[in-house]
């Protein structure tokens, strides 16, 4: 048997990849006081698996009732059908370390304050959290202090100050802090603030986004003015050209890739705490999380591509494969358990994270590998089938995980925080403020052997040198190579040719509908990404992760129409990257046209751009191996090279 036919026998299998292994090995097994490993990955899903449904005992459950829900976990895990976020396979049955990957600090106009929060990121990230920000309440540079008749530094010197405070932090041993900043567009400073990262390398550790409201969307679009009012008084302190503002953010977005936007009245639309604990100012590092200060969350994602059933006969577009849809409800309804379940078995960096998140108990269920499944039902992406498709299973998982927590909360009780809400009494009694976020999925993706979030497929084909004996290996998505060798189009030569960065647009014996099949991120226009997203956002009551694509030569017109047509949509939130904006070209296809490749520079974009196993970043210069990166942000401590993911 051939190397190809022993790939496609194991095509949709659920056995952990080489490349899986090697994740694994690195960051997420148990190793002993010498650093052997000492932890199988069936073993790491069973300590997982044990330690999370332990908690049914709490709510009185039988040990043979525990370990049945265990088994259920563990079920679930090992089939790579869902995988929680990393910090919770990392951490669970070992008594140490959070559980959870998103958290947002509160940041008090107070010297006391400030130090609070540098206090709290480092418990934080110390073991795996990433932390988001509002510098929103921060009164503005120059502005008096009357306790030292000083002047106050502004938000950017505390931002500064938090980016060197994460610096010096190794999560856990396995990763660097991860940080994203908010501010309102009605600040003072708003101008420092988006210009405040205009120079490649500084702030390298966080992501930055505006917050706008529909206010000002609408003033960008009559070129109107507004004002600016000083967080410390509520007094209004001068105005703004809105037209002038949304272009410095937009020229910001096409120069780097930052800022981006959040639309924080869409946001807090899905707020039903507010009238006790306020609006949400702030996201986790990755924007899909939105919380409320010291709220924290855990997220997980169910594996789409896991539950395509292959009819008997397929066409090119059509809709004779299918979705297991039973399974998937099942496997909905687990995962909402096991997330709850994950709030109870956490550990917590400070007294406060733990009584906010058990007040609210949110949790965040997203998916994975859409593009893997639309690939297999032989879907184009950027296609309005393919939005259909989409929004028809983030709605259905809604519904279901919606009914799960209802069902949850007649056996343990509503959150905490339900009393006070405004969720409707009688028919949204449930165990958990929010079900759903839409997370990029970094690494785990990788372990799943999958494509991450909703993202399309990056490449299909790529180069990586492997981390053990320096050879330079070529790689191939593994649903192009069935169907190039399917239908008669596979050579070594035309796999080479792609891993170096060739399009095949220009290949002349691929079909037509396989181009449009296989399509990849960088070749779906911006708005295309966009409806994508928008699409997910319909039934998501947390936000999403993505970024929008553009080409080296989009203008700035091109991408104020994205950001203008996300708001338009709906959307929580957008991020943009134009390929070849940044100095620092991390995630390439291949040799060939590294300027039309996203990239990703420490945490300078606020999506996570290494998305799936194609993505996988080649740095070979010192201390950090390629392919092994978990969550978070790593620097290579000789050359100052670095890369991040989230899950």
């Given at each position: ?24 090995e ?7 006081d ?5 932890e ?34 563990y ?20 008594e140490?370390g ?14 006391e ?5 540098a ?45 060197r ?37 500084e ?19 009559g070129?109107?003015?507004y ?30 890739g930052e ?10 639309k899905d ?38 059933i292959k ?8 809709w ?9 409800e ?19 960096a ?13 949790i ?14 032989h879907i184009?992406?950027n ?21 799960e ?40 993706s ?18 990586k ?11 191939v998505?593994?649903?192009f ?5 399917k239908?008669?189009?596979?050579s ?40 994508m ?29 994205a950001y ?23 995630l390439?296809?291949?040799n ?48 100052g ?7």
């Amino acid at each position: 048997m051939t190397t190809v036919e022993q790939k496609l026998l194991n095509l949709n299998n659920s056995s952990i990849t080489e490349q899986a292994k090697v994740i694994l090995e690195h960051r997420y097994l148990l190793k002993d006081d010498d650093n052997q490993v000492i932890e199988a990955p069936e073993e790491m899903f069973r300590r997982v698996a044990d330690a999370v449904a332990a908690v049914d005992s709490d709510y009185m459950k039988l040990p043979v009732e525990v370990d049945l829900t265990a088994q259920s976990f563990y079920d679930i895990m090992s089939s790579l059908e869902f995988v929680p976020n990393s910090p919770t396979l990392m951490n669970a049955g070992t008594e140490q370390g959070t559980l959870s990957a998103c958290f947002v600090l509160p940041l008090e106009d107070s010297m006391e304050g400030i130090m609070k929060a540098a206090h709290d990121t480092a418990m934080v990230q110390k073991f795996g959290g990433g932390t988001g920000f509002a510098l929103s309440s921060l009164r503005p540079r120059g502005d008096s202090i009357r306790s030292t008749h000083g002047i106050a530094c502004g938000p950017i010197e505390v931002l500064k100050t938090l980016s060197r405070v994460s610096s010096m932090i190794t999560q856990g041993g396995k990763r660097d802090g991860a940080n994203m900043a908010v501010m309102s567009i009605y600040h003072p400073d708003i101008l420092e603030f988006i210009e405040c990262k205009k120079v490649e390398g500084e702030i390298h550790n966080f992501n930055i986004s505006v917050g706008v409201d529909s206010n000002f969307m609408k003033a960008v679009e009559g070129n109107m003015d507004y004002n600016l009012i000083n967080p410390k008084n509520n007094q209004v302190e001068g105005s703004l050209n809105a037209r002038e503002v949304f272009s410095k953010i937009v020229d910001g977005a096409w120069n780097n890739g930052e800022p981006g936007m959040i639309f924080l009245d869409q946001v807090n639309k899905d707020n039903h705490v507010s009238e006790e604990y306020g609006e949400m100012v702030a996201t986790n590092p990755c924007g899909e999380q939105p919380l409320l200060g010291n709220e924290s969350c855990n997220l997980g994602s169910i594996n789409l591509a896991r539950f395509y059933i292959k009819a008997d006969k397929a066409s090119a577009f059509g809709w004779n494969d299918k979705v297991d849809w039973a399974h998937l409800e099942k496997v909905t309804r687990t995962s909402v358990h096991f997330l709850d379940n994950v709030i109870d078995a956490n550990h917590y960096a400070t007294p406060e994270i733990e009584e906010m998140t058990k007040s609210t108990r949110k949790i965040g269920l997203g998916i994975m590998g859409f593009a893997d499944l639309l690939i297999q039902m032989h879907i184009p992406y950027n296609s309005e089938t393919a939005r259909e498709l989409g929004a028809e299973i983030m709605s259905k998982v809604r519904e279901w995980a919606d009914d799960e927590s209802k069902e949850l909360a007649k056996v343990r009780g509503t959150f905490p925080a339900w009393d006070n809400s405004n969720y409707n009494k009688d028919t949204e009694a449930f165990r958990n403020h929010c079900r759903l976020t839409v997370a990029p999925t970094g690494t785990i993706s990788m372990i799943a052997d999958t494509s991450s979030g909703i993202e399309p497929t990056f490449a299909l084909a790529w180069k990586k040198q492997n981390i053990l004996d320096g050879k330079t290996l070529n790689y191939v998505n593994k649903y192009f190579e069935a169907d190039a060798v399917k239908y008669g189009y596979y050579s070594e030569d035309l796999m080479d040719y792609l891993a170096e960065g060739g399009s095949l647009e220009t290949v002349p014996d691929v079909p037509d509908w396989i181009k449009a099949v296989y399509t990849t991120a960088p070749d779906i226009s911006p708005e295309d990404h966009v409806l994508m997203q928008s699409a997910f956002q319909k039934s998501c009551d947390s936000g999403i992760s993505k970024t929008i694509n553009f080409a080296n030569s989009a203008t700035k017109q091109d991408v104020e129409d994205a950001y203008l047509l996300a708001w338009k949509e709906g959307c929580k939130g957008i991020t943009v990257y134009r390929a070849g904006s940044r100095f620092k070209e991390v995630l390439v296809k291949g040799n060939k046209e590294k300027a039309e490749q996203p990239a990703l520079d420490g945490f300078e974009l606020e999506e996570a751009a290494i998305k799936d196993s194609s993505n996988t970043p080649e740095h070979t210069c010192c201390e950090i191996p390629n392919v092994v990166f978990a969550d978070g942000c790593e620097t290579c401590k000789s050359c100052g090279w670095s890369a991040c993911v989230i899950s």
